[in-house]
């Protein structure tokens, strides 16, 4: 059962808000203001409580071990994310963020570690393109597939070779159909959100126990 | 009142009274029948399967700030994720979820908590975790939540970019299957090429009315239908006054 006090002070919340944005009424702004910065606040408090959710996650897999459902190998990773965030808050909070050591954190474990990642997601997506042609063979793909190839050639031209006309159809394609395609789904994904904000202006949807 | 906010609130207004005329329709006359969508139809089968089966289902939620315009895709997200938390209730595995931004893990543990107490069960806050707050770190989290529990399938509703590719790879090495979509132009590209069932663009809205939400959710899909038309219509006759030279 919701609580239909929280679900009040939500709906009135956000009908301050969007009201704010439409009527230069100066009562409306100055509350519109605070409350962002109320958010803003609380997002940052949700940081935090986030994060010792996260510690607590894994730590229950290091001292549950397969009782709490890990497998040995999990554990190891827990093990690694409980170390590696003690460290780093430990560092970052006793000799600030700025300091030496916290930046040889960040620059010589988190950097190439997301570094790393970056490069597997190339070769990810280069599979995940020829799985692309096994799974859904139709025109739609082709085109796909074709567009991605092109892009890629004029990015970073094979061996040096640069065959003419394609940096004249990369410009058109980036111009056109790709920027209509955007176009129509960033349209399409605006009038989604109107829709959904409505909804929970509405108390239709209520993303909070209440 | 400038022309610009004119138009924002004559749009939200628009909205409004079509969603609202949209349900006191509905009263009369049966509401119209929704279009298949075989993303949808496939999220259906992994419910069933994760009841049947028990299998269990993720979610992810994507990485969408809550003071930015990415916070629309996280509500759709959330509301999705209520959806499949109340259809799987009956399972023996509950559905978890991932989120790469704090506001919406704490607010996607909200959303399993209330409809564990609502169906008379227990709620675990390991089923709604932050995984890593930069792109890569939660993509990395997520695919090592696909590896450790049996995931059936896996949906991806959220503002969520390149790095959702990663958790789909990890999906497709633990034999959990990716449906989803995303606000985010480059997640939907990556979205198209590597999930078995992508949503396009508005799609992603949808999943309220076509999971049975209820008539308000249909009445906003029918409102999302109308104005996107009015939009496509608007585009056209601009583009016919400009070569008109009127414009």
């Known amino acids: 059962m919701k609580n239909p006090l929280l679900t009040a002070i939500a709906m009135a919340v956000g009908i301050v808000v969007l009201a704010g944005y439409f009527l230069a009424v100066d009562m409306l702004l100055t509350l519109r203001a605070i409350l962002i910065e109320w958010a803003t606040i609380l997002v940052a408090v949700a940081l935090i409580a986030g994060v010792i959710n996260l510690f607590a996650v894994h730590w229950r897999k290091v001292t549950r071990g397969s009782a709490g459902g890990a497998s040995g190998s999990t554990q190891i990773y827990s093990l690694v994310l409980v170390t590696g965030l003690s460290a780093t808050l430990i560092v970052g909070g006793w000799l600030g963020p700025t300091h030496p050591y916290a930046l040889w954190i960040f620059n010589n474990i988190q950097l190439p570690v997301e570094t790393s990642l970056m490069a597997i997601l190339a070769v990810v997506l280069v599979y995940a393109g020829a799985r692309l042609i096994q799974r859904r063979l139709n025109l739609l793909t082709v085109v796909f597939l074709l567009t991605a190839v092109v892009v890629l050639l004029v990015s970073g031209p094979l061996f040096g070779f640069d065959l003419p006309g394609l940096a004249e159809l990369r410009a058109w394609i980036g111009r056109v159909p790709a920027a209509a395609g955007a176009r129509g789904v960033i349209l399409g994904v605006a009038l989604g959100i109107v829709t959904t904000g409505l909804r929970l202006l509405a108390g239709v949807d209520r993303p909070y126990e209440g | ?247």
């Not at chain 2, 509950?94 to 409809?115: C, F, H, K």
């Not at chain 2, 997520?142 to 590719?165: I, K």
């Open chain 2, 1 to 247: 009142m400038n022309l610009e906010s004119l138009l924002g609130l004559a749009l939200v207004a628009a909205a409004m009274v079509l969603i609202l005329g949209y349900v006191a329709a509905v009263r009369k006359w049966e509401p119209r029948a929704l279009r298949a969508i075989q993303t949808f139809q496939s999220l259906q089968r992994a419910i069933g399967l994760a009841v049947e089966a028990g299998n269990r289902l993720h979610l992810s939620l994507g990485r969408g700030n809550f003071l930015s315009s990415q916070a629309g895709v996280g509500f759709a997200g959330l509301s999705t994720l209520d959806l499949i938390a109340r259809s799987t209730s009956i399972s023996d595995k509950p559905p978890i979820s991932s989120a790469g931004e704090a506001a919406l893990s704490i607010l996607a543990q909200d959303t399993q908590r209330g409809a564990a107490h609502d169906l008379g069960g227990e709620f675990d806050p390991a089923r709604a975790q932050l995984t890593g707050v930069t792109p890569f770190s939660y993509a990395a989290g997520a695919a090592a939540l696909l590896g450790e529990d049996e995931v059936g399938a896996s949906l991806l509703v959220g503002s969520l970019g390149s790095e959702v590719a990663l958790i789909i790879e990890a999906g497709e090495r633990a034999g959990s299957p990716a449906l989803g979509g995303t606000d985010n132009l480059s997640g939907q590209a990556v979205l198209y090429a590597s999930a078995h069932n992508p949503l396009i663009g508005e799609e992603t809205f949808a999943s309220g009315a076509y999971l049975g939400a209820g008539r308000l959710h249909h009445a906003s899909l029918f409102a999302q239908d109308v104005l996107r038309w009015a939009v496509i219509l608007a585009i056209l006759a601009g583009a016919i006054l400009k070569v008109a030279g009127v414009l």
